[in-house]
């Protein structure tokens, strides 16, 4: 019922910024502004799934950022892909940056694989999040002259609950061994980067590379448009 009511609401009344609610713009130039700044960051969710690379993120999961994931996941506010792409543009850099270096012209791709969303969870939606955003990251590197590329290399192969009010070790339980590799080219020695909207325990991302090695890639790390500030690295070094 909720997701016809914001459909009819949106038709009827003024729409308010998805980052800050202020305005009637569907995203204010100040939101936009703010995810396009920062310094990624490393982060490490508490406790760490078994098997999770190191994993960046663009900014935190709060506030602006939190309302521009949701607008463009749930509400398909497809437009925010491209500054949200532009914030994993930043992630993945960094990841690249502190494992293998940034493959340039002429260099093997590094591969974004992102995390799949269930089938179930795509046909709700109408499209799927991750993929859009990770196309879009993707095409910011090249224009940046980096040699990146996205394969959605993984899918379900069982199926899982939703991860909403899961705790840490009920996520990893629900996710373990779900997910496959899809029939297509061979990961083997293939350098990836796994990719996914938000990082929070770290059971998705953890799955997905653990799948991803399974089937002889070199799991670079992993890199996300927004995660919780309080599990940045440097912020615990002060
Ligand atoms: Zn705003």
């Not at 003024?14 to 490393?42: D, H, I, K, M, Y």
Request: hydrophobic share 45%.
């Amino acid at each position: 019922m909720r997701g016809w009511w914001r459909e009819i609401s949106s038709l009827v009344l003024p729409t308010e910024c998805a980052g800050c609610g202020r305005g009637r713009s569907a995203v204010c130039a100040g939101c936009v502004a703010e995810l396009g700044t920062g310094r990624a960051r490393q982060v490490r969710p508490t406790p760490r799934p078994a098997g999770l690379p190191p994993v960046w993120a663009a900014t935190a999961y709060a506030d602006r950022a939190r309302g521009m994931l949701l607008a463009h996941k749930e509400r398909g506010m497809l437009g925010l892909a491209g500054p949200l792409g532009a914030a994993l543009a930043r992630s993945a850099r960094a990841a690249a940056v502190a494992s293998g270096g940034e493959p340039g012209p002429g260099a093997v791709p590094l591969v974004l694989v992102p995390v799949p969303s269930a089938r179930l969870a795509v046909a709700r939606r109408g499209h799927d999040p991750t993929r859009r955003i990770a196309l879009r990251a993707a095409a910011r590197l090249r224009r940046d002259g980096l040699a990146v590329r996205v394969l959605p290399a993984l899918r379900f192969v069982r199926p899982v609950l939703d991860q909403v009010g899961l705790a840490a070790p009920e996520r990893a339980a629900n996710l373990a061994g779900a997910l496959g590799v899809r029939p297509g080219p061979s990961l083997v020695g293939v350098p990836v980067l796994v990719v996914d909207d938000v990082v929070t325990t770290g059971a998705s991302l953890a799955e997905a590379a653990r799948t991803l090695r399974r089937a002889g890639a070199l799991v670079w790390g992993g890199a996300v448009v927004a995660g919780p500030s309080g599990e940045w690295i440097d912020r615990t070094r002060g």
